[in-house]
């Protein structure tokens, strides 16, 4: 092959929109992406396959960059022995998923940089994550294990080996992603009920959240799951006295809150948020929750308060109000285009304050010295509280610098310093303030500006919770994002979604957690709103998750479209990740859409996936803690709440009821509440006749009204939405 005809001559990530990818246009090494070029030159050189998978916000992939894809020496082996080809996570998950199955598999781990070899026909043959460029601490330096495995590749009888464990780790990563039972089932009685013991049993009761060793991330899973459990739990108590003699069942209701509690005050207190400007890093790497990794991702921005939002509602902590408006205040200000979407992530690194021309590191935007606090904060008794407050010392937690975190309560250093704690407060938000101000003059950690459908879906849906919880003025913003990845990546035409825009460009055919986040987002953003449109949105996507993902003959669905890209393997995406399981939201989505359609398409499929992983749910709960909530909801039925009305006009008490309430497996369903509008929602939604949710539920009196209901039995007419909830409730 000439080096004319030869893709893998050069470096082509130049002629990617990824940002990612474009980080590594200028490496001597002569990345490719993912393609089919790269693919097919493997097989023309008759070389393996290096296959590096990363994100822009990687710490990792930025030290392995730095010290080995930068080093001409290493360019130079990979260049002649492999077809080197770079990965977006954030773009190709499905790739990443196939990879990282084995990986884990076979490392008992995983994590980003995913560095796996292959076969010219993509079959793994070795794996790992990071390798430093010599020997170090029992990891395998990266030049000799490159030349290791070039020199194997190259011997007969070692390259047999290789392709035989080729072959084998192939069938385990189609064992892992691609197997159903093959015998449904009913899933076990109560799930979410077991799911919460499980949650319980575990939990860390002194730091909050779940391990009592290494990092700690959000579980925001088994929030939800030990808030559901608590409210059923609480239900059946005040309708049956004989639990308990009218008390709670042991290890449940209270004690199941106080574990939701003291996770979501240690993620909200200590260093996984950012205290100074709002919003979540991604994940703490001590068990304390002292230091995080800095990163910034969207998705976590949406998940973690979504749960908070959960929270405040059961508990009524003003604190996680606050935090979940900071966080939106973070999130529109840092991550959304101009117009309306959002960005994907927000680097861990980024120069230090002192050195703005100097290497970068990780933290240096958001840890601080006294030293900085007393050149930002110009009233030195503010300084003090700041620091005292957020335990900022000369000696630091973190590299000599100190990673904010409530240290000390506020009413006690009031009580030091011969304050009211009213003036404690205005003091620590001056300095807050101004803390603020002065790290906005900081160089920035680099953005992603790339926008993906599903991640947008997973902000749309708390944007819109929180606007019926917090303020309707979230619901314009939730809009606005949605209407964005509708025009950019909707074909409407085809009833196909995109999965990424970047600077104009659209690409990727859109993955299962595209389709489900996005549709969720616009279902929910119909449940703050009432706006049909984005009813028949939700309902338009969740065909498409039927016709493109959903196999008959397995009985599930699928993470990549039929017809698309074949890998080694086509997975499944079953259990939570970084991100929920698509999977369950897909589930959980059209269990909700049923009741709007005239026949049993959603239901029948959401059935049939429940009932096909009733064994995997059942035997770990918390693995699969999306789907099991989407079981839950199978098993118990929605909340339905038809409300009948204007919903341009809805009473104010009806607003006041939903944001104040907690209430597991709600729905909401807006109905004009006169004939004329109600036949206009059914033509925009091409319904002959009014779905089960809609029929017959007309406003008593005149008046607007509510009507609830669950597993087909109904209150009377109410107008007093508290007093429907109250029935939902028993």
Avoid at 20 to 42: K, M
Avoid at 106 to 114: A, F, I, K, M, S
Avoid at 295 to 303: H, Q, R, S
Avoid at 494 to 499: D, F, H, N, Q, Y
Wanted: charged letters at 30%; a negative charge.
């Amino acid at each position: 092959m000439s080096d004319s005809a030869d893709p893998t001559a050069r470096n082509r990530l130049d002629e990617e929109e990824s940002p990612y990818l474009r980080q590594h246009a200028d490496n001597p090494v002569n990345w490719q992406p993912w393609d089919e070029q790269a693919l097919e030159a493997a097989k023309e050189r008759d070389v393996p396959i290096f296959l590096s998978i990363g994100y822009a916000a990687c710490h990792w992939c930025h030290v392995m960059e730095e010290e080995s894809f930068q080093d001409e020496a290493v360019a130079e082996t990979l260049n002649e022995n492999f077809v080197p080809v770079k990965v977006d996570r954030e773009e190709r998950p499905d790739v990443d998923s196939v990879y990282m199955s084995i990986c884990q598999q076979v490392t008992g781990r995983g994590g980003w940089p995913l560095s796996a070899w292959l076969t010219p026909e993509g079959k793994p043959f070795y794996v790992g994550t990071y390798f430093p460029p010599e020997e170090k601490r029992g990891m395998p330096g990266f030049r000799d294990l490159l030349r290791d495995l070039s020199n194997s590749w190259a011997d007969p009888d070692q390259r047999e080996e290789m392709e035989n464990r080729a072959e084998q780790w192939t069938d385990a990563i189609e064992s892992d992603l691609e197997a159903t039972s093959g015998q449904p089932g009913d899933p076990d009685e109560d799930i979410v009920q077991t799911a919460a013991t499980v949650a319980h049993r575990g939990a860390d009761r002194d730091n909050g959240g779940w391990g009592s060793g290494g990092p700690k991330f959000p579980q925001t899973g088994r929030i939800h799951a030990l808030l559901r459990a608590s409210a059923d739990n609480e239900a059946r108590s005040a309708s049956d006295d004989s639990i308990d003699g009218g008390g709670t069942r042991e290890g449940t209701d209270g004690d199941y809150l106080a574990v939701v509690e003291e996770t979501l005050n240690a993620m909200a207190d200590r260093g996984l948020y950012d205290h100074v400007g709002g919003g979540f890093h991604r994940y703490s790497t001590d068990p304390q929750w002292g230091v995080p990794h800095f990163e910034k991702m969207l998705y976590d921005n949406a998940e973690i308060p979504r749960a908070v939002l959960a929270g405040y509602q059961a508990l009524g902590n003003e604190r996680y109000a606050s935090v979940v408006r900071e966080t939106f205040e973070f999130v529109q200000r840092e991550l959304q285009h101009e117009d309306g979407g959002f960005f994907s992530t927000l680097d861990a690194v980024s120069r230090p304050p002192s050195d703005p021309d100097g290497e970068t590191e990780e933290g240096a935007f958001y840890v601080w010295t006294p030293e900085q606090v007393r050149d930002a904060v110009d009233d030195e008794a503010a300084a003090e509280i700041f620091c005292e407050y957020y335990g900022v010392t000369d000696r630091g937690n973190f590299e000599g610098k100190t990673v904010l975190g409530v240290r000390k309560p506020l009413h006690a250093i009031a009580e030091e310093r011969d304050l009211t704690e009213e003036e404690a407060t205005e003091k620590l938000q001056r300095a807050l303030d101004a803390a603020f101000a002065a790290r906005e003059e900081r160089p920035r950690p680099a953005r992603d500006e790339k926008i993906l459908a599903g991640w947008n879906g997973l902000m749309i849906s708390t944007l819109a919770e929180g606007a019926i919880v917090l303020d309707d003025e979230y619901a314009e913003v939730a809009a606005d994002a949605l209407e964005f990845v509708r025009e950019r990546l909707w074909d409407a035409d085809e009833g196909r979604l995109s999965r990424r825009y970047k600077d104009g460009d659209v690409a990727i055919d859109g993955y299962l957690e595209d389709y489900a986040f996005l549709a969720r987002g616009a279902l929910n953003l119909f449940e703050a709103t009432g706006d049909v449109a984005h009813l028949d949105f939700a309902m338009d996507l969740a065909d498409a998750i039927t016709e493109a993902f959903w196999d008959d003959e397995a009985e599930t669905l699928y993470f990549t479209p039929t017809g698309g890209e074949s890998l080694v393997a086509r997975p499944q995406e079953l259990t939570d990740q970084s991100t929920p399981s698509s999977t369950g939201v897909a589930v959980s989505l059209l269990l909700s859409l049923s009741h709007f359609r005239d026949d049993d398409r959603f239901g029948d499929v959401a059935e049939k996936v429940v009932r096909t992983h009733a064994d995997r749910i059942s035997s770990n709960p918390l693995e699969h803690a999306s789907l099991t909530l989407a079981t839950d909801e199978y098993e118990q039925g929605a909340l339905e709440l038809t409300l009948v009305c204007d919903p341009s006009d809805p009473p104010a008490e009806w607003a006041e009821s939903l944001a104040s309430t907690y209430v597991p497996r709600r729905l909401l369903a807006w109905r004009p509440a006169d004939a004329e509008s109600l036949d206009a929602w059914l033509t925009t939604l091409e319904l002959n006749d009014e779905p089960p949710i809609w029929a017959g539920r007309d406003a008593a009196d005149g008046d607007p009204t509510v009507y609830a209901c669950r597993n087909f039995a109904c209150s009377p007419p109410k107008h007093d939405l508290g007093a429907a909830l109250q029935w939902g409730r028993t």
